[in-house]
């Protein structure tokens, strides 16, 4: 079985979804890689540039580490999720029925492909990770239930539930889903089920995955 990147919005770290999600995804019987949204240590990277004005490359490098600082706090929610800072640590893990929870700066700091800027957010490196690991899925898990299964990838990045990188990151063998809140209920019972929560977005627009 193919294995699915999911990723955890940044936006549930507050929420008491955020836990409900980890325990939903850590009865999964499909093989996860859980990739960290940056929640708000990313704020923070946000936040003190307004105010030290650095580079949107240097606050890139930074918001990557501020997903790391969040992979820190997810796994300490559950003992089948494990840190993974490259592609062998999650094979070992995915034999072992871990969940690997991805912390980025050993890959992302080198992978020059990657815009180095606000552009790229924790959802394009997502998906970057999706196709980098042969994933035959990535998952992103909002906070939110204000988007349109219909809609295309472009649609999304528009209606801001995406972030712009993500048409040119997600390769086209890639298939994207979303889950907000709403499909939070049944999640647990899918992923046993070895289905995934949400809903599939099946137009792609023009979308093509760019050098990344």
Known sequence: MRRVVVKLGGSTAFSPEMREWID????????????????????????????????DRAAH????LAMEQMALALLETSARLAPAR?????????????????????MCLAATAIPQSWEATSDS??????????AETLLLIKQTNAFDPRASVEDLV??????????????ADVSLHLAGPSAL??????????????????SRGNAVRGAA
């Open 61 to 64: 490098f930074m918001a990557i």
């Open 24 to 55: 939903a995804l850590a009865a999964s019987t499909v093989p996860l890689v859980l990739v960290p949204g940056g929640g708000p240590f990313a704020d923070a990277v946000r936040q003190a540039q307004s105010q030290m004005a650095y580079s």
């Open 158 to 171: 528009r209606a801001g539930i995406v972030d712009t990188m993500l048409p040119q990151m997600l390769a």
């Open 125 to 134: 490196l997502a998906a970057w990770l999706a196709a980098e690991i042969d």
């Open 86 to 106: 490259a592609i062998g640590d999650m094979e070992v893990l995915l034999e072992q029925g871990r969940i690997p929870v991805w912390l980025p700066s050993q």
């Open 185 to 202: 209920a049944s999640a647990r019972a899918k992923l046993v089920a070895g289905q995934l929560p949400g809903v599939e977005i099946v």
